[in-house]
Every structure is written in C-alpha cells, then in structure tokens.
C-alpha cells in the first residue's frame, strides 16, 4: 500500500525558516518525480515544487521560487521541503504526492499525504 | 503560465441526477489533463487523468472526456459520497489547477 507521511509542520513567525518531510512506503521511491501541492485555508490547490526521481531537477512557481528547496533522500525514502524567508501568505496544508505520466514533465498525482499545516504569523 | 477556467464555482444536484463540471485552459494541452475530488477535511484524490482515464478504484459513474480545447468531468448517478469540491489539473510547462466546483446535494 502506498504512503506519504508528512511532518515538519507548525507555528513560525514571517522571514524565519521550516523544513518538511515526506516519508514514502509500498513502491519504489527512486521511480517517481514527487511534488509538494499546497491550499491555503478555504482556498484552492496550489502546485509549490517538484523533482526529479533523481533529484537532479527541480521545479517552482515564481512565487516561492528563492525561497523553497525541494530535495530527496532516496536511501531513506523521503522527500523534503525548505522554506526560507516564509511569508504570511505561505499559511497553508502543504501535501506530498507521487507524479505520474507524460514523456517529459508528469502531467498528474495519484497519491497524496494527508498534508501538514504551516502557519506563519507573528 | 497557462490560466484554467472552471466551471460552476458552485453546483446543487440531486440524488441520482447526472452532473458536469468542465474546465478550459487558456492554450492547448492536449490530453495533459486530470480530475481531482476533495472531501471535507481530506486530501484530494485522483478520479481522472489523461482527460479521459479513470483512476484504479474511481467508481465507474466518472467518467472525463475532451471536445477541442474544453474538458469535462462527468458524474452519472450523483451519490451521497459525491459531494466536495473538485479541481481539474492541467501541465504545459508548469502545473496550474483549476479554482475547484463545490458539489452539495440538493
């Protein structure tokens, strides 16, 4: 069965940092690009990041672009996301999900975490 | 960035009554094209990708299709299980979702 597993979260004032973590089980991590999806309270879905299988590439929008890192420990099956300089409008579930599809870029996500809050506010 | 437009915001159906939300990106994407259900409090699930294939386990009362460059997702027979907000996906150089429908029951 597969299982994304997320931490990390929780209260952090604005311009300071926080780092989560996925940790993946039931297939085999090092196969699949992964991506970090989030959704503001009362709000839609949001794409924030992806990488590569192998960690080589990764991927953001303009607006955490600087600011996220999104790397992968493939040993340990677990995927993370650093935040820097976090903003109030960061405030959001941030969910890890498995990338599947398309030749170059995949084009959906079939698993998905149960997703953790951040919060950021003084 | 490509811009998707989804429709209803809001839906009110009832039981049994056959239901459409459809989504039109601002350019093409070919078949790059997926369906997503949330329900309350949950994270959200695939129900369709490839604009018309059903994900493992999606009952079969969804079903996505695609007329030119406008993609529907297609609920037969709505259930009391079907009611949340539903989001389509698309991928060209980046991923933007759609701003979601809210299905309730009427």
């Known amino acids: 069965e597969v299982q994304l597993v997320e931490s990390g979260g929780g209260l952090v004032q604005p311009g300071r940092s926080l780092k989560l973590s996925c940790v993946a089980s039931?297939?085999?991590?090092?196969?699949?690009?992964m991506t970090w999806i989030r959704q503001a309270p009362g709000k839609g879905l949001e794409w924030v990041a992806s990488i590569t299988n192998t960690g080589g590439s990764t991927y953001y929008p303009d607006s955490v672009k600087g600011r996220f890192t999104i790397s992968r420990d493939n040993a340990k099956s677990t995927l993370y996301l650093q935040m820097n300089s976090l903003r109030s409008e960061d405030t959001a579930t941030y969910y890890c999900?498995?990338?599947?599809?398309?030749?170059?870029?995949?084009?959906?996500?079939?698993?998905w975490g149960q997703g953790v809050m951040v919060t950021v506010s003084s | 960035d490509i811009q998707m437009t989804q429709s209803p915001a809001s839906l009110s159906a009832s039981l049994e009554e056959i239901v459409t939300i459809t989504c039109q990106p601002s350019q093409g994407i070919g078949n790059y094209l997926s369906w997503y259900q949330q329900k309350l409090g949950k994270s959200p699930q695939l129900l369709i990708h490839s604009a018309t294939s059903l994900a493992d386990g999606v009952p079969s009362r969804f079903s996505g299709s695609r007329s030119g460059t406008q993609y529907s997702l297609k609920i037969n027979r709505l259930q009391v299980e079907d009611t949340g907000i539903y989001y389509c996906l698309q991928i060209s150089s980046t991923w933007t979702f759609g701003g979601g429908t809210k299905l309730e029951l009427k």
């Open positions: 039931g297939f085999t991590f090092n196969n699949y690009w």
């Open positions: 999900t498995r990338a599947r599809g398309g030749l170059y870029l995949p084009h959906y996500f079939d698993y």
